[in-house]
């Protein structure tokens, strides 16, 4: 079983991931784009922070992507 921090990371490798491919080569950019703050967004392509689900909600949102489809790629 993978700890805790592992699943932050992965979270955080698939937002960014997801980010890039949609066109936005900087964290920056993207959160300033959409009213996420800054550092708040970092923190979670990073895996700092444990994201709720509201936030992580509204991500996948600005990417027209269910939790489901958020949760098939690059998690073990």
Same mark, same amino acid.
């Given at each position: 079983?993978?700890? +805790?921090?592992?699943? /932050? !990371?992965?979270?955080?490798? &698939?937002?960014?991931?997801? @980010?890039?491919?949609? $066109?936005? %080569?900087?964290? +920056?950019?993207?959160? /300033? !784009?959409?009213?996420?703050? &800054?550092?708040?967004?970092? @923190?979670?392509?990073? $895996?700092? %922070?444990?994201?709720?689900?509201?936030? /992580?909600?509204?991500?996948?949102?600005?990417?027209?992507?269910?939790?489901?489809?958020?949760?098939?790629?690059?998690?073990?």
């Amino acid at each position: 079983m993978i700890s +805790e921090q592992e699943v /932050l !990371e992965q979270i955080g490798r &698939r937002l960014k991931e997801i @980010r890039i491919s949609k $066109g936005y %080569t900087s964290y +920056e950019d993207f959160a /300033l !784009e959409h009213g996420i703050a &800054r550092m708040q967004y970092w @923190r979670l392509e990073t $895996g700092k %922070t444990n994201p709720t689900i509201k936030t /992580l909600y509204k991500v996948l949102e600005i990417h027209q992507m269910s939790l489901q489809e958020f949760f098939s790629e690059g998690f073990n």
